[in-house]
Nanobody, 121 residues
Framework: QVQLVESGGGLVQAGGSLRLSCAAS????????MGWFRQAPGKEREFVAA????????YYADSVKGRFTISRDNAKNTVYLQMNSLKPEDTAVYYC??????????????WGQGTQVTVSS
C-alpha cells in the first residue's frame, strides 16, 4: 500500500495556473501508475489525468486536454499536475491516486486526502 499526500491547491483567478503535487511514501513508487481525479460539489468524482510508471504514457479527460499536464519524478516519489488556463468549472477537490501495475489499466486502489482548487471568475 502506498500513502499519498497532495499539496498545491488554492484560490486562483480564471486564466491562472496552479501546480499540484502528490508525494508518495514507500520504495515502490515507480511500480505504480498514477492518476489525478476531482470532485466538484454535488457531483461525482471524475477522472482528470493518468500517467504510466515511466511517464511514457499519459491520458487526459477531454475537459482538461491541452490545459493540464501530468508528470512524475520517480526519484522524488512525486507526481504533478500542472494546470493552466484554469476555468471556474475546474473548481473541485483534487485527489491523487495510485494503481498497482506499470501501465494505466485501473482501478486505482490508493487515494490521497485531496486538495481544494477554487477558480474565481
Amino acid at each position: 500500500q502506498v500513502q499519498l499526500v497532495e499539496s498545491g491547491g488554492g484560490l486562483v483567478q480564471a486564466g491562472g495556473s496552479l501546480r499540484l503535487s502528490c508525494a508518495a511514501s514507500g520504495r515502490t513508487f515507480s511500480s505504480y501508475a498514477m492518476g489525478w481525479f476531482r470532485q466538484a460539489p454535488g457531483k461525482e468524482r471524475e477522472f482528470v489525468a493518468a500517467i504510466s510508471w515511466s511517464g511514457g504514457s499519459t491520458y487526459y479527460a477531454d475537459s482538461v486536454k491541452g490545459r493540464f499536464t501530468i508528470s512524475r519524478d520517480n526519484a522524488k516519489n512525486t507526481v504533478y499536475l500542472q494546470m493552466n488556463s484554469l476555468k471556474p468549472e475546474d473548481t473541485a477537490v483534487y485527489y491523487c491516486a495510485a494503481q498497482q501495475g506499470l501501465e494505466v489499466v485501473g482501478p486505482f486502489g490508493s487515494w490521497g486526502q485531496g486538495t481544494q482548487v477554487t477558480v474565481s471568475s
